[in-house]
DNA sequence: TTGATTTATATCTTTGAGAGTATAAAATAT
DNA sequence: ATATTTTATACTCTCAAAGATATAAATCAA
């Protein structure tokens, strides 16, 4: 279901939770396009200094892609929004 | 409307294009994040190397998340496939 | 067309990523 | 509880990102 995703950690958190989905290994996925399993670690812990080439061929072996959103604003309901 | 995003190629159209739309330079878009134009620059033009901190400022810069799903097939009408 | 703004390139420096390899720690299975 | 599998860390090496700064090239406006 994908939650926002605004952050290396958020979005490690959701490499981690498709993977998991899928019953595969961070050595599986990262052999799979060519990455050490280290580096899966890292990537799904939230290191920021991860390369964006790393990321999208960790999303290439797990079938998925990226959809970019406006921020949605938390709607607080005691502020008595109405959406 | 943010197509199918598998590649730092496509990821950088994406930025562009929603930079674009709300006006920006990528030097405003930078300076309100500690980056500066040069690197906006590179990730815009698909730097397969830029690091995801870099990404999520930008992001945050332009007032954007992501989210993560399943690659669409794309349907091939002659297939005779039906969604 | 000219002048100004925006974007792309370039150099040098510092810093850290990821490959390769190894191992420790944690989680899972038997 | 113990063996096995999976994940996290560690170290060296090579390579490039991004900062800082400068400038060329392209785009836009007067």
Excluded: C, Y
């Amino acid at each position: 279901m994908s939650l926002k995703i605004v952050s290396p950690e958020s979005l490690g958190q959701a490499l981690r939770a498709e993977r998991k989905k899928k019953g595969l290994t961070q050595k599986s996925v990262g052999t799979s396009v060519g990455i050490e399993q280290h580096t899966i670690s890292k990537i799904e812990n939230g290191n920021p200094g991860a390369e964006l080439g790393t990321l999208f061929r960790v999303l290439a072996a797990l079938d998925l892609e990226l959809v970019v959103l406006p921020r949605i604003k938390p709607m607080d309901k005691s502020k008595g929004d109405v959406w």
